[in-house]
């Protein structure tokens, strides 16, 4: 299976577990790794057959403005689980960066992998 993917995709959300955070946005970065068959879109030279980046990227962006979390932990779940649902890739790696969340660390984040390669 090819890898398909996307770094550092900055997106701004509401996002923590402190009173002060849930009244601001923040930026968080993604980086998606998705499987996916690129043979079909390369034989024929069509995007239709393509995982669309840009597409993907939008999506990502407009979920992560329209939907407040406290963890971090959720909104990764519930992006790979969009991604994985609407995109039709069978397996995911997904690692959200939450920079600036800790004094002495440049960020932080968690790395999930659902699905099958």
Excluded at 17 to 41: C, H, I, S
Excluded at 86 to 113: D, R, Y
Aim: glycine residues 4%.
């Amino acid at each position: 299976m090819d890898i398909v993917f996307i770094k550092q995709l900055e997106v701004i959300s509401t996002i923590g577990v402190y009173g002060w955070e849930k009244t601001v946005q923040q930026k968080l970065y993604f980086d998606l790794e998705m499987a996916f068959d690129n043979r079909p879109a390369a034989a024929s030279d069509d995007i239709n057959l393509a995982l669309n980046y840009f597409s993907v990227s939008e999506r990502v962006n407009q979920f992560a403005q329209q939907h407040q979390f406290e963890l971090i932990e959720t909104m990764a779940e519930r992006v790979a689980e969009l991604i994985m649902t609407e995109f039709s890739v069978p397996w995911i790696k997904l690692t959200l960066h939450k920079p600036g969340a800790l004094p002495k660390a440049e960020s932080l984040g968690v790395q999930i992998e659902r699905g099958n390669k």
